[in-house]
């Protein structure tokens, strides 16, 4: 068996393996290329093997850098199957049709605006290829071996990260009648943190792809919950609304889990909260439908008749129509929006409106990456330009730090202290080359491991 890195080799992005054997050939993961151009392009490139021969694809979980190319992948001609877990299907169902307009929106804007090199511009994937993609997705429930081939067989374990989100455990004979077992971390989740169940341990395997996000950071002790009472509380006294911008998927149901708490314990009044990210809404709806991930205290909630992420005094507002309503209102009042770094969304409508009240808070809820509107508010740029106008900034803007849904390089370690044997190979994927390069130090003098760490293109024999 050969392993190929199509994607996240030495970069977090594009998550995609090529697995062959001699006459079976399946991806695992099949993720979109994003952020930078030169990453972008890489979607546009040919596979290595042809997709309307690939067998199958299983997925880790529904993120779009592990799952956004599937309908490109269908536009070429492939057939299925696409396996994943139960609520990674249901979330896809939201994440596909999105990715697919936004691919359409971008192509409309570059033949508007004549800037792309190609004549006519072109999606990546349509709408069509999308409804394509999620009609071969086959859900296998955690736990159960499932055989993709006689002689492979995988498992999805928990994984934190976000609703859904499965390591894959790959059991394949090899020469010799023997079999060897793969494990792909997929992303790892975190220990302590609210609403979904804890990643499952690694169990030990021959082989193990590591994620390294973060191999090389630490969240730090600042608890979110506190920062994020008293950033709201400082926002109360200044009299104004309160825009959180956040990702639609988990840090939006976080942050609506903290915010009952805050309120339950007295550490908030009960001001209004609104919702107003129709895939955030979507999101909070799955969360709160698939009750075997929820963790103990999320199950006492719902024992209680008590769903503290979709409480009484939150407001949805899915329409275009009931977000311009929010436009009226003076405070107090929590805006939660997507998207999470002001790249695109409802976001930037609230911001455009808000930021130059000094009356107001901004705040971030996550990492901001260069070149994002969020990264330039958090550094405290004075203006700003959305929608082609330059908006001053004269809100407060501030960051809750510590919020993550990836494991930090401590984390990572405990996530693989557990295990019952050492794996003989480990192959560092997903994550800068710095970051990789401090994981595999660690390692190396905590377990004696020597992990390798492929570029783009190489290939690993198992
Ligand atoms: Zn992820």
């Known amino acids: 068996m050969e392993i190929t890195v199509l994607g996240a080799g030495r970069c977090v ?55 956004g190319y599937l309908p490109r992948l269908c536009r070429q001609g492939f057939t299925g199957p696409v396996y994943c877990t139960p609520p990674t299907r249901a979330l896809l169902g939201v994440l596909l049709p999105d990715a697919a307009h936004i691919n359409e929106e971008e192509a409309r804007y570059a033949n508007k605006e004549g800037y792309s090199k190609h004549k006519p511009a072109l999606p990546l994937f349509q709408m069509a290829d999308a409804r394509a993609a999620l009609k071969l997705l086959e859900p296998v429930p955690f736990d159960h071996w499932h055989e993709l081939h006689p002689g492979i067989r995988f498992r999805f374990h928990r994984q934190g990260h976000i609703l859904g989100a ?28 609210p609403i979904l169940r804890e990643p499952v341990s690694y169990p030990g395997s021959d082989v193990l792809f590591l994620e390294s996000t973060y191999g090389d950071r630490f969240h730090g002790d600042e608890d979110p919950r506190t920062v994020l009472g008293e950033e709201i ?16 998927i988990d840090r939006t149901q976080e942050i609506l889990y903290m915010l009952h708490e805050l309120m339950v314990d007295g550490d908030l009044p009960e001001i209004p909260v609104f919702l107003d990210s129709p895939m955030g809404i979507e999101a909070t709806t799955l969360y709160t439908r698939f009750l075997a991930e929820h963790d103990a205290e999320m199950r006492q909630f719902f024992a209680d008749q008590e769903n503290p992420i979709f409480p009484p005094n939150l407001q949805v507002t899915p329409s275009s129509a009931d977000s311009r309503k929010l436009n009226a209102m003076r405070g107090p009042a929590i805006i939660i929006s997507a998207s999470g770094m002001a790249t695109g969304g409802r976001i930037l409508h609230h911001l455009k409106l808000r930021l130059p009240d000094p009356r107001n808070t901004v705040l971030f809820t996550g990492y901001q990456a260069q070149g994002t509107k969020g990264r330039r508010l958090v550094d405290g740029d004075e203006e700003i330009k959305i929608h082609g106008q330059w908006i001053p900034v004269k809100a407060h803007v501030s960051r809750v730090s510590g919020l993550s849904a990836h494991a930090d390089a401590g984390e990572l370690m405990v996530w693989l202290a557990r295990r019952e044997r050492d794996p003989e190979k480990v192959v560092l994927v997903h994550g800068e080359f710095p970051a990789q390069e401090a994981l595999a130090a660690r390692l190396n003098g905590d377990f004696g491991w020597q992990p390798s760490i492929p570029e783009l293109g190489d290939t690993i024999e198992i």
Not at 31 to 45: H, I, S, T, V
Not at 233 to 248: E, M, N, T
């Open 166 to 193: 499965a390591a894959v455990e790959l059991e394949t004979k090899v020469s010799g009648g023997k079999k060897k077992t793969v494990y792909f971390s997929g992303d790892v989740g975190r220990y302590g943190v």
């Open 233 to 248: 509380r400082a926002g109360l006294k200044r009299g104004g609304v309160i825009i959180i911008p956040a990702f639609a």
């Open 13 to 67: 992005t594009g998550s995609k393996y090529l697995m062959s054997w001699d006459s079976y050939h399946a991806l695992l993961d099949c993720g979109l290329f994003q952020g930078p151009a030169a990453y972008r392009q890489l979607n546009w490139k040919p596979l290595p093997y042809p997709p309307h021969d690939l067998d199958a694809v299983v997925l880790t979980h529904a993120h779009i850098d592990h799952s």
